[in-house]
């Protein structure tokens, strides 16, 4: 099977250059993610994702939630570095794949604050170069320069003492350097300089690598994403499904539409209310009947689904398409599906679920006189009778 560069979909900044990502492997990158990106991604129909870098702080970070239905939607979710190891060590229990030191460093409690990740990077014309070091990669070359016996370990505390001291868009090696050097012998000042002038290891431009590597390897490979046993979520709340609304869109043609612009078109259409009426009306019926525990079967939302392409007449080789088109993935389908097939149990149940409730023909009866449907059969009933009398 050919693979497509959208398979592999990696978030990346500051932690390695996107040119060096790509010689890695074929993948899409995207600048470091913010909240919606990977709703947003999903639409690249991708089998990866490697979350590395993320924003922060001035904008809103990427979401569990959008991860989440990530997974739930079939891709795997592979985070390593830095805002990727983050959410890994949070969601790994969820199906979330971690990578590297540094996610390991959050899992076991090693490390526990955001900020140890932190830096000042250069905008995206720029190739989002560091310019401060994170305080991960302090410790990190720390414990390198105990290991060749540059600094003992009174002097290593002291050079993470004056990091942390930092605030993050201030720590460069030259000002941490400046608080601790002059308190070294001589000896001392000359043996870091010599090993430091070779080059240190950047522990988050590791991590990166074996993020991608991981997430790239899975890409190419058959296997299916492996969610954890007993991982059933819950539907997602209002304030998600709102969000997604507002954040992700609809693909056509391979060009995406924001779906917040197909709600505003929506919503000047002449049918507005009578869709948004409908809408609400299936939801009001499947939640009152969630609350009166009816549960569709499985075989019952499956028909609902197959009716929905019945429907639709789609062919099952074009259907990743216009789901797509629809602004819908697999499980968001089922979602609406489990609702429709929930609509229908109130319905078939209403003359037992309301105290005296309407018969099949009463609603029948009730629903023509609305529409006027009622008098358009009388019409014809005596027209025809007319016929009849001649």
């Given amino acids: 099977m050919k693979r497509r560069p959208e398979d592999l979909v990696v978030f990346l900044g500051p932690s390695l250059p996107a040119d060096e990502a790509r010689k ?4 899409r990158v995207l600048p470091p993610a913010r909240q919606g990106d990977v709703w947003r991604a999903l639409s690249l129909r991708p089998r990866a994702i490697a979350l590395v870098d993320g924003v922060f702080e001035a904008q809103p970070s990427v979401w569990h939630h959008e991860l989440l239905a990530a997974m739930e939607a079939g891709v795997a979710i592979f985070g390593g570095a830095s805002m990727g190891a ?17 996610f390991e460093g959050y899992r076991d409690g090693e490390l526990v604050d955001d900020s140890e990740v932190a830096l000042l990077h250069a905008d995206a014309e720029h190739g989002y170069r560091p310019l401060t070091v994170p305080l991960v990669n302090v410790r990190h070359v720390v414990a390198q320069a105990r290991a060749a016996r540059v600094l003992n370990q009174r002097q290593a505390r002291a050079v993470v003492m004056a990091a942390e001291g930092l605030f993050y868009q201030d720590r460069t090696w030259r000002r941490i350097l400046e608080s601790v050097r002059p308190t070294w012998p001589a000896a001392t000042r000359g043996d870091w300089e010599g090993w430091f002038s070779r080059g240190v290891e950047d522990l988050k431009r590791q991590d990166a690598i074996a993020c991608i590597r991981a997430a790239a390897a899975f890409a190419s490979s058959p296997l299916p994403v492996q969610l954890p046993r007993g991982a059933s979520r819950p539907p997602p709340s209002s304030l998600v499904r709102r969000r997604r609304l507002a954040d992700d869109v609809s693909v056509l043609d391979g060009r995406a539409v924001p779906s917040a612009q197909v709600v505003a078109a929506l919503q000047r259409a002449p049918d507005s209310v009578e869709l948004a009426e409908a809408g609400l009306r299936r939801a009001l019926l499947a939640g009152w009947a969630r609350s009166l525990g009816l549960v569709p079967t499985a075989e019952e939302v499956k028909a609902a689904e197959a009716e929905w392409w019945r429907h639709h007449r789609v062919k099952p080789s074009e259907r990743q398409a216009f789901l797509g088109a629809c602004g819908l993935d697999g499980p968001g389908l089922r979602r609406l599906c489990e609702e429709r097939a929930l609509e229908r149990l109130v319905l078939s149940h209403a003359q037992r679920l309301l105290p005296d409730g309407p018969s099949w023909e009463e609603a029948l009866a009730s629903e023509a006189r609305l529409q006027g449907r009622w008098v358009e059969v009388v019409r014809g009933a005596r027209r025809a009778g007319r016929t009849r009398a001649r």
């Fill in 24 to 27: 890695l492997a074929p993948c």
């Fill in 86 to 102: 983050l959410r890994a060590a949070e969601l790994s229990a969820h199906g979330m794949v971690g990578v590297g030191r540094i």
